[in-house]
């Protein structure tokens, strides 16, 4: 008995100083990656003011000179984009039937950046890059159990073959991307730890691309959740875990404009004032392990607004779009995303029947119709309204891809 229990006092210890030391590390890893952060300081005078011009006057920056202001950039003029057509899927199980159409991400890329080279792959095209270029990688690569994991898995080879930058679907181009080229690469910081990687960019060949290549064989092992097992195997935490690696390996060559290191993208740049991209809320690789989750920790303040004299709370409203109300509430299906991003006119009976139809959240009901009675079209309530909702809807864009939609 004195034996067991010595031996489980041993064991409570050891964990205890495991969870310290990964504690730690997480956070030395957090304060470097905050030093890494690209500020207005990596940018010529002349940029800036611009910038901060656009935002207090309306200027627009797609006129600036970026020849006059930007030296040769390191990373090329690429944008990724990544179609899989089995990925996406209603909540019935059976399978959606969109088309890279349903995203303005492409086109308005395009129009920020026109001399851009914009790159869509499919699944095709994807097996043969691999089977081609990386055939010591396919017996990986057809295993993952997860259709979204190719889709990461290819994030990162594309990056590392070719260069240039990565953008999930459901983000979209606000600005010239130019600024951002001068980086041998960079990752988005991610809330509230790490890094993500719906949104990369790197220079052909960069050696964290071949870190983050390389290390995807041995990831790739099956977790008790699907979330679990994307989150790590491919998703935002692998590629956090590489870049903390590089951080021990290389320590001051993460920063700065050598050739192996890399920047972050801070949340400033990816905020209403400064953001170089409008983003909806994604995750099409959140399942009902994540739903699950969502739910119970939101359903005590759903309820509260269903005890609250069936009045809409302007408050928190004004606080979220509907995009990101429809998120948060898990009896609202994802078809009823599309209205934001499709500049959907709330003043159509039809289509308002159509939405309520696919709407769960009696709130939302109440919202949407508000908007109908004064006329408002969604676009306008969002601009006017929800000032960190990332503009209106026409701004944002890219969104609405990953979910379900009506015509």
Same mark, same amino acid.
């Given at each position: 008995?004195?034996?067991?229990?010595? $031996?489980?006092?041993?064991?409570?210890?050891?964990?205890? $100083?495991?969870?310290?030391?990964?504690?730690?590390?997480?956070?030395?890893?957090?304060?470097?990656?905050?030093?890494?952060?690209?500020?207005?300081?990596?940018?010529?005078?002349?940029?800036?003011?611009?910038?901060?011009?656009?935002?207090?006057?309306?200027?627009?920056?797609?006129?600036?000179?970026?020849?006059? @202001?930007?030296?040769?950039?390191?990373?090329?003029?690429?944008?990724?984009?990544?179609?899989?057509?089995?990925?996406? +899927?209603?909540?019935?199980?059976?399978?959606?039937?969109?088309?890279?159409?349903?995203?303005?991400?492409?086109?308005?890329? =395009?129009?920020?950046?026109?001399? &851009?080279?914009?790159?869509?792959?499919?699944?095709?095209?994807?097996?043969?890059?691999?089977?081609?270029? &990386?055939?010591?990688? %396919?017996?990986?690569?057809?295993?993952?159990?997860?259709?979204?994991?190719?889709?990461?898995?290819?994030?990162?080879?594309?990056?590392?073959?070719?260069?240039?930058?990565?953008?999930?679907?459901?983000?979209?181009?606000?600005?010239?991307?130019?600024?951002?080229?001068?980086?041998?690469?960079?990752?988005?910081?991610?809330?509230?730890?790490?890094?993500?990687?719906?949104?990369?960019? @790197?220079?052909?060949?960069?050696?964290?691309?071949?870190?983050?290549?390389?290390?995807?064989?041995?990831?790739?092992?099956?977790? #008790?959740?699907? &979330?679990?097992?994307?989150?790590?195997?491919?998703?935002?935490?692998?590629?956090?875990?590489? %870049?903390?690696?590089?951080? /021990?390996?290389?320590?001051?060559?993460?920063?700065?404009?050598?050739?192996?290191?890399? =920047?972050?993208?801070?949340?400033?740049?990816?905020?209403?004032?400064?953001?170089?991209?409008?983003?909806?809320?994604?995750?099409?690789? +959140?399942?009902?392990?994540?739903?699950?989750?969502? /739910?119970?920790?939101?359903?005590?303040?759903?309820?509260? *607004?269903?005890?609250?004299?069936?009045?809409?709370?302007?408050?928190?409203?004004?606080?979220?779009?509907?995009?990101?109300?429809? #998120?948060?509430?898990?009896?609202?299906?994802?078809?009823?995303? &599309?209205?934001?991003?499709?500049?959907?006119?709330?003043?159509?009976?039809?289509?308002?029947?159509?939405?309520? *139809?696919?709407?769960?959240?009696?709130?939302?009901?109440?919202?949407?119709?508000?908007?109908?009675?004064?006329?408002?079209?969604?676009?306008?309530?969002?601009?006017? @309204?929800?000032?960190?909702? $990332?503009?209106?809807?026409?701004?944002?864009?890219?969104?609405?891809?990953?979910?379900?939609?009506?015509?």
């Amino acid at each position: 008995m004195r034996t067991r229990t010595a $031996l489980a006092k041993v064991c409570l210890l050891a964990s205890l $100083l495991v969870a310290t030391y990964h504690i730690r590390c997480q956070y030395i890893f957090q304060r470097a990656l905050s030093n890494l952060y690209i500020t207005f300081d990596d940018f010529p005078q002349s940029y800036t003011t611009a910038l901060n011009a656009s935002r207090t006057e309306g200027d627009a920056l797609i006129d600036l000179d970026y020849n006059a @202001s930007f030296a040769s950039p390191r990373i090329p003029r690429i944008i990724h984009f990544i179609y899989f057509a089995n990925l996406y +899927h209603l909540h019935d199980g059976s399978p959606t039937l969109p088309t890279t159409s349903r995203s303005h991400a492409p086109e308005l890329c =395009r129009k920020f950046n026109p001399t &851009y080279t914009i790159r869509i792959w499919n699944e095709t095209e994807a097996q043969s890059f691999i089977e081609e270029e &990386y055939a010591w990688f %396919l017996p990986t690569y057809s295993a993952y159990k997860h259709p979204i994991q190719r889709v990461d898995a290819l994030k990162y080879f594309a990056l590392y073959h070719f260069g240039g930058v990565y953008m999930d679907l459901d983000i979209a181009c606000r600005r010239p991307l130019d600024p951002l080229l001068q980086f041998p690469a960079w990752f988005p910081e991610a809330s509230p730890l790490g890094v993500n990687n719906d949104l990369m960019a @790197s220079m052909p060949r960069h050696p964290i691309l071949l870190d983050m290549t390389s290390a995807l064989a041995w990831r790739n092992q099956n977790l #008790l959740f699907p &979330y679990l097992t994307i989150f790590w195997s491919t998703g935002p935490q692998f590629a956090s875990d590489v %870049l903390k690696a590089w951080r /021990w390996k290389y320590g001051a060559r993460m920063g700065g404009h050598d050739t192996a290191s890399f =920047r972050v993208l801070p949340q400033m740049f990816y905020s209403e004032d400064y953001t170089f991209f409008g983003h909806s809320p994604g995750g099409t690789w +959140h399942g009902g392990d994540v739903a699950a989750v969502l /739910w119970l920790v939101d359903r005590p303040d759903y309820e509260r *607004h269903e005890a609250s004299e069936n009045k809409v709370d302007y408050e928190s409203a004004n606080k979220k779009s509907i995009a990101g109300l429809t #998120l948060h509430r898990l009896p609202m299906f994802e078809s009823v995303m &599309y209205a934001c991003w499709t500049n959907l006119m709330l003043d159509d009976p039809n289509q308002m029947d159509e939405l309520l *139809h696919y709407s769960r959240d009696n709130e939302l009901q109440r919202l949407l119709r508000l908007l109908v009675e004064v006329h408002l079209d969604i676009d306008d309530y969002l601009e006017e @309204s929800v000032p960190d909702s $990332l503009g209106a809807c026409s701004n944002c864009a890219g969104g609405g891809y990953a979910y379900g939609y009506v015509d």
